[in-house]
């Protein structure tokens, strides 16, 4: 009776052993590894520049897998947005600062890594969009600026010069449309491209300081004068015919903005200063013909020809969640390192936030200088402001370039939103 007992003890023991042993092919850390996710939204020579990034972080860092996942760029919100609010988020995530990783962070869904880089590296105004409260939850990689890029061998053919006001682009207007030419390219379905036209035109007419009041609650509303002349300014240009057929279902990420430019179809499009560097991806000797300009004054207006609308992108984070913080924290180093800013300055026409940069391509020496030379940079509005409030500013906008909204329902529109969510 004993020795059954104790065989049906060693049976359990055997088993108990048996089943508490790793199995092999699994994931995780059963060999020994560790994987990163990064998600990111860059393409062309940007996302080259990230991958060189990571396979440095991995050759110093044995062990280590990083996990690369590129989202198109108008889904990667939303689906960024529910991996967080289930409790999967990517370690490491691409985003603009501003209130859209603001939301994350009030949430405690972004981790503070104010110790874990070195903030003198960057430059201070590229820092501000991913500091809140003093903590910093980004490092920046790029910063950008929106100028109106136009054909330079179209403008010569039909006598064109750059505008320094609007009156002398709207006669450019005219005069690409009376040659059959589409004046401005645009692909308004993801709503943001459109936007660029309502930023410049609101802060032309009521200023720099426009945006900060009506932000900020002290002084002029999203119902100012100037916003609903803004309004009036895009609807004047649509009912012109300065759009393609279509613009507002039309998609950017497919390229099919670029190809009317590409195809000599579209005289102008106001887009930021990646177009350089997806020039030089898509259609290299178009480059030759392309050139820019700031958006010109408007007559009467308290804005200045000076100033620009711009942001800073990528800025990476490193979700709260993650099981390697640490690794983490130094997979966003190298993400953001001067050896990458460098490589998506000279390959990508990108204009670094991190200093100590060295331009050699003149194209992109240029579009520093006039970064540098700014007097006012307007933030993207879609980024500074607070998701839901971001997202009745794009609606309304594409709304005022379908003549489905008036400007001053537009105005209202938003005002009353942002009374809900920045007066609580």
């Not at 991996?83 to 370690?91: F, I, L, Q, R, S």
């Not at 004068?225 to 507002?248: C, H, R, S, T, W």
């Not at 990646?274 to 290299?284: E, F, N, V, Y």
């Amino acid at each position: 009776m004993l020795n059954k007992k104790l065989w049906w003890i060693t049976l359990i023991a055997l088993i108990f052993i048996v089943g508490c042993q790793p199995t092999s092919g699994g994931s995780g850390e059963e060999d020994g590894s560790k994987t990163l996710t990064l998600w990111h939204i860059e393409t062309g020579p940007s996302e080259k520049a990230l991958l060189d990034a990571v396979k440095r972080f991995e050759d110093s860092h044995e062990g280590v897998n990083v996990e690369v996942v590129r989202q198109e760029n108008d889904p990667y919100k939303t689906k960024l947005s529910v991996a967080m609010g289930g409790g999967t988020p990517p370690d490491v995530f691409h985003s603009w600062g501003g209130g859209w990783l603001e939301k994350f962070v009030d949430a405690g869904q972004v981790k503070d890594i104010s110790s874990d880089i070195d903030t003198s590296a960057y430059l201070p105004s590229a820092l501000t969009p991913a500091t809140f409260d003093g903590k910093n939850y980004g490092a920046p990689l790029a910063m950008d600026i929106v100028p109106v890029w136009y054909n330079k061998d179209m403008f010569e053919k039909y006598g064109l010069e750059e505008p320094k006001t609007y009156e002398e682009l709207l006669n450019i207007v005219k005069t690409l449309k009376e040659n059959d030419i589409i004046p401005f390219s645009i692909a308004n379905k993801s709503k943001w491209p459109g936007s660029f036209y309502y930023m410049y035109f609101a802060e032309r007419i009521g200023g720099p300081e426009l945006f900060s009041e009506a932000f900020n609650r002290e002084g002029r509303g999203f119902d100012a004068e100037a916003y609903v002349k803004a309004g009036e300014k895009i609807q004047e240009l649509v009912k012109m015919g300065a759009f393609p057929d279509g613009f507002n279902g039309m998609n950017f990420d497919t390229g099919q903005s670029r190809q009317l430019i590409y195809a000599e179809k579209a005289g102008m499009i106001i887009q930021g200063n990646w177009m350089l560097g997806t020039t030089r991806a898509d259609m290299p000797a178009f480059e030759e013909k392309l050139g820019f300009f700031l958006f010109p004054s408007i007559e009467g207006g308290k804005g200045s020809r000076q100033d620009i609308v711009g942001g800073v992108s990528p800025v990476f984070s490193v979700a709260e969640k993650t099981e390697y913080p640490d690794l983490a924290a130094e997979l966003v180093n190298e993400l953001a390192s001067k050896k990458t800013a460098q490589q998506l300055a000279n390959e990508d026409g990108a204009i670094s936030a991190v200093k100590g940069v060295e331009y050699k391509d003149q194209y992109v020496k240029k579009i520093n200088e006039v970064l540098q030379e700014a007097e006012y940079l307007q933030t993207f509005y879609d980024q500074t402001l607070p998701p839901e409030l971001a997202e009745v500013h794009l609606d309304t906008t594409q709304a005022l370039f379908g003549l489905s909204m008036t400007p001053e329902e537009a105005a209202k529109k938003t005002e009353e939103k942002a009374k809900e969510v920045l007066e609580k």
